[in-house]
């Protein structure tokens, strides 16, 4: 009994803090647990000021008439909501925003079927094809966005382009000096190529990236059981990797929604304002039309259409996530 009484004794006893209450935490755990919301406040700041500040202006200047008049004039005419009733009623803008989103739809299924498949493909080449291949993928990838529509616009060149050259050598003589912007389809076809092969890249790199981490037993016991290319895949590869293909789909829908230097740059949205998207749109009636109030409005309809669309992205698949659960 002496020896534990002696033991007890010789624990140290416990702090109490002023009122009885648990002693005040040491400095240095308090500031090692704000060390992480020190590091991203100037990320918080810079996005407020770039993106927070600018988003408040822009939806100011929606509720404004302002023009050359205006600006020349220096006043400020409030408008209230008529810029949005405006071009909530006009026809044009609801054929602009059926025509965004067949187009993002387009291309998002072209950009994930061709990256999936190029992803696949690296994750079976040696390591030398792997290298080449995932070397020309980043120079696409990293090439600005405005440097790579002037390649293209030189490739679909009517007089001088490759592909006319090269679909005449193959013996499609009339495409020799085919004009690829002069009608609706053929312009979308030079933007969607465009944008797919910018696109492609991302989706290939992350989708090899994310086949390294699936344990090579799953394939091996698959392989076991029988199962083809096809099989591994539908059973393996694309469960494991579903996350990855969810959210990278969310991710495109937003690039290929806002897409605008492509379709401005290849013939800002002709022939006949026909290959128009929202933000080419409201481009156009803001700075083109001199309407900076309308185009202001028009900037914010497509930030909630494009809000609603990821929205209901959103839904399919947490209902999904839920149903497998």
Excluded at 19 to 45: C, F
Excluded at 250 to 276: C, H, M, S, Y
Aim: charged share 15%.
């Amino acid at each position: 009994m002496s020896a534990q009484t002696e033991e007890v004794a010789a624990e140290p006893a416990p702090r109490i803090g002023k009122g009885g209450g648990p002693p005040p935490r040491p400095r240095t755990e308090r500031a090692a647990k704000s060390v992480p919301y020190l590091l991203i406040l100037p990320t918080v700041v810079l996005t407020v000021l770039l993106l927070g500040w600018t988003m408040v202006k822009n939806g100011l200047l929606s509720f404004q008439n302002l023009n050359k008049r205006q600006l020349i004039r220096h006043v400020t005419e409030w408008t209230g909501l008529d810029n949005y009733s405006e071009a909530l009623g006009n026809s044009e803008f609801w054929a602009v925003t059926g025509r965004s989103i067949v187009f993002t739809a387009a291309n998002v299924v072209l950009i994930m079927a061709a990256g999936c498949l190029t992803g696949l493909l690296l994750a079976r080449l040696g390591t030398r094809l792997r290298l080449l291949l995932s070397l020309g993928l980043v120079l696409a990838w990293a090439m600005p966005v405005v440097a790579a529509t002037t390649v293209f616009q030189w490739l679909f060149d009517q007089r001088f382009g490759v592909v006319n050259h090269l679909l005449d050598l193959l013996g499609w003589h009339a495409m020799a000096g085919y004009n690829w912007t002069s009608g609706q389809f053929s312009t979308f076809f030079v933007i969607t190529v465009l944008i797919v092969w910018q696109s492609v890249p991302f989706v290939a790199i992350n989708l090899y990236a994310a086949t390294t981490t699936i344990p090579k037993e799953l394939y091996e016991a698959a392989s076991l059981d029988g199962a083809g290319t096809w099989k591994q895949f539908t059973s393996v590869t694309f469960p494991f990797l579903k996350p990855f293909f969810l959210a990278t789909t969310f991710l495109e829908v937003i690039w290929v929604f806002k897409a605008f230097t492509q379709v401005f740059a290849i013939n800002e949205g002709g022939p006949d304002r026909l290959t128009e998207t929202l933000p080419v749109y409201a481009f156009q009636e803001g700075m083109g039309g001199q309407h900076f109030g309308m185009g202001a409005a028009i900037s914010i309809l497509t930030i909630v259409i494009l809000l609603a669309l990821t929205a209901y992205y959103l839904r399919l698949v947490l209902k999904q996530e839920e149903d497998e659960l």
